[in-house]
């Protein structure tokens, strides 16, 4: 059966430290994924997405077939990247939508 | 453009009582999701439509859950009887079709006491 699993469920750093928000998925075929973020009071929203390999907010994240990730990675923290981050993967055929339990990100000044 | 919308925002029922969410996707999406976000989990979904069609809807508690998109646009999720366990935050969302992005609605938070 597909999965994603997100193993933190909070994860703090302090302002300026690198964060790294894991994902990894079960999945037999060629999975397509993205990362998805809800801000305080505001709808969630696609962040970025694997095939697109962008940059987006100074976020990014790499697709490790091997080791079934999608992690997402930032340099340097801000206070604005607080946030719950939700990680999915779509299946090929239907695209039904599979999302992670969350992580919720703390940027502490 | 305009945003997905969703009503009502808010809902407290008791338990056995029915219930309807309703969803206007984003002009022009051909796929639809329903989701059922429970406090502390991630998306669950429940139903997706392609256009007017049902592409998946395996997690849809089907003796108690029903939806519908007439016309390829709007769509209603029902709940009747509801139960204390059908509290959570029902999101609908939509896209173009396929794999692209989804966009999301503000949900519907749903009580049952």
């Known amino acids: 059966a597909q999965r994603v699993t997100q193993p933190e469920k909070l994860l703090s750093v302090f302002k300026g430290a690198p964060v790294e928000l894991k994902c990894n998925y079960s999945?037999?075929?060629?999975?397509?994924l993205f990362w998805y973020v809800q801000y305080s009071r505001q709808r969630l929203q696609l962040l970025l997405r694997h095939i697109s390999r962008e940059s987006i907010k100074g976020f990014t994240a790499d697709l490790n077939k091997g080791e079934t990730s999608f992690h997402l990675k930032k340099p340097f923290a801000q206070e604005e990247d607080s946030a719950m981050y939700y990680c999915a993967l779509t299946t090929s055929g239907t695209y039904k939508y599979i999302f992670g339990t969350g992580t919720r990100l703390k940027v502490l000044a | 453009e305009a945003g997905v919308a969703q009503s009502p925002r808010y809902k407290i029922i008791e338990k056995r009582q029915s219930v309807a969410f309703w969803c206007n996707p984003i002009?022009?999406?051909?796929?639809l999701y329903w989701y059922q976000q429970i406090l502390g989990q991630g998306p669950k979904l429940l139903i997706q439509?392609?256009?007017?069609?049902?592409?998946?809807d395996s997690q849809l508690p089907k003796d108690r859950f029903s939806a519908e998109r007439l016309k390829g646009v709007d769509s209603t999720l029902k709940i009747q009887p509801a139960k204390l366990e059908d509290s959570a935050v029902y999101l609908c969302?939509?896209?173009?079709?396929?794999?692209?992005?989804?966009?999301f609605g503000p949900g519907t938070r749903l009580t049952v006491t």
């Open positions: 999945y037999s075929g060629s999975p397509e």
């Open positions: 439509f392609q256009n007017n069609g049902v592409v998946d």
């Open positions: 969302a939509s896209s173009l079709e396929g794999p692209s992005e989804q966009y």
């Open positions: 002009s022009g999406h051909a796929t």
